[in-house]
Nanobody, 118 residues
Framework: EVQLVESGGGLVQPGGSLRLSCVAS????????MGWFRQPPGKEREFVAA????????YYADSVKGRFTISRNSAENTMYLQMNSLKPEDTAVYYC???????????WGQGTQVTVSS
């Protein structure tokens, strides 16, 4: 059974940082493109970032470029999203995703809430 389990969400003040983690199981992690999507309140889901199998190629939405960093550790079947300089508009449920094509949307985690507010 494929499982993607996110953690690390929470409440943070504007300008603060959070690191999200996603632990994968049930598939060959190293062979999948992995990514993050988010769904702000009252809005549709949107792409945030993705990372290819060899970690050499990463992709970011324009809204997070320069502030967020995606990474993966295939030895631990774990993916990360380091989020810096957070803004209120980053408030959303963040989802870990995996797939064989870009952007990865075959498998989804349950989501973790990130709230940026003073």
């Amino acid at each position: 059974e494929v499982q993607l389990v996110e953690s690390g969400g929470g409440l943070v003040q504007p300008g603060g940082s959070l690191r999200l983690s996603c632990v994968a199981s049930g598939f060959t992690f190293s062979s999948y493109i992995m990514g993050w999507f988010r769904q702000p309140p009252g809005k549709e889901r949107e792409f945030v970032a993705a990372i290819r199998q060899n970690s050499g190629n990463t992709y970011y939405a324009d809204s997070v470029k320069g502030r967020f960093t995606i990474s993966r550790n295939s030895a631990e079947n774990t993916m990360y999203l380091q989020m810096n300089s957070l803004k209120p508009e980053d408030t959303a449920v963040y989802y870990c995703t995996g797939g064989s094509t870009y952007p990865p949307q075959k498998h989804w985690g349950q989501g973790t809430q990130v709230t940026v507010s003073s």
